[in-house]
């Protein structure tokens, strides 16, 4: 019974810090032509690399792993939402919402979202994004890399 409490609490807490992020980031990068997609890729795949754990208990199951992950995400995205980074500057508010969507899709990989349908679309896809973007950065690191890196 806690644990389903728990999972709404979740569920409330992404929509309040989250959701709104994410949608966004999801209909500009759709809008977006095929160089401003590439853009997108690299800042969701550089946000997802941030969150990633290095871990090596096998006692570990993706779904702890997933879910922390997420944790770190949306830690990053409420850091942000304090230190009013995020909506005064368009390139601050597309990485705070990289890093929402990132925490959303970790949140569907761990399946959190079953109770509630319309956050699992969401989570669906932002999923897909997240693999298409490691996915572009995989076969492109390369070219993407190449020494010259820009910050």
Known sequence: MSSGFSQQRKIREDREHLERRARRLLLRYLSADESLKQQYYQVIAGAAA????????????????????AERAL??????????????DQLETLFTDAYA???????????????????????????????????????????????????
Do not use: F, W
């Open 75 to 88: 830690n990053v995205v409420l850091m942000r939402k304090r230190r009013a980074i995020a909506d005064d």
């Open 50 to 69: 941030a969150c990633h754990l290095d871990v090596s208990d096998p006692n570990l199951e993706n779904e702890q792993l997933s879910q922390a992950s």
């Open 101 to 151: 969507t990132v925490a959303i899709a970790y949140r569907r990989a761990s399946a959190a979202y079953t109770a509630d349908e319309e956050m699992q679309s969401l989570g669906t896809a932002a999923v897909h994004l997240l693999t298409m973007a490691t996915s572009y950065m995989a076969a492109h690191s390369d070219e993407i890399g190449g020494g010259n890196s820009v910050q």
